[in-house]
């Protein structure tokens, strides 16, 4: 008697995964969301601000600041220096702001 049906392997339950891309250059640690910093609070809720590649395309923040993002993603996943430089400026306000009080 089987009792304890048959399961199937997971089929779906690893593709997001899949889809995921990592951020590994090292420098860009430095961007990294801490643990004692929110994503949105910090950093999310400037993404108006978030400054564009030299080819127009918005960087993706959850890439560089997460470090992981999807395929899918339509933004920036690569930086020149001149981009990485106006970005690194970005998070560093960003940070700063999150210093101070929402008055
Ligand atoms: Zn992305």
């Not at 961007?31 to 108006?48: D, G, I, L």
Request: net charge positive; aromatic share 10%.
């Amino acid at each position: 008697m089987e009792k304890n049906g048959k399961k199937l392997p997971g089929t779906h339950q690893d593709q997001d995964k899949q889809d995921m891309v990592y951020d590994n250059d090292k420098s860009h640690q430095k961007w990294r969301v801490k643990e004692n910093e929110n994503f949105s609070r910090t950093f999310y809720r400037n993404q108006k601000e978030c400054p564009k590649t030299e080819e127009g395309k918005p960087i993706c923040m959850k890439f560089f600041i997460r470090g992981v993002c999807m395929k899918s993603c339509t933004r920036s996943h690569s930086l020149s220096a001149e981009d990485a430089k106006n970005f690194n400026e970005f998070v560093e306000g960003c940070r700063q702001r999150a210093l101070k009080p929402d008055f």
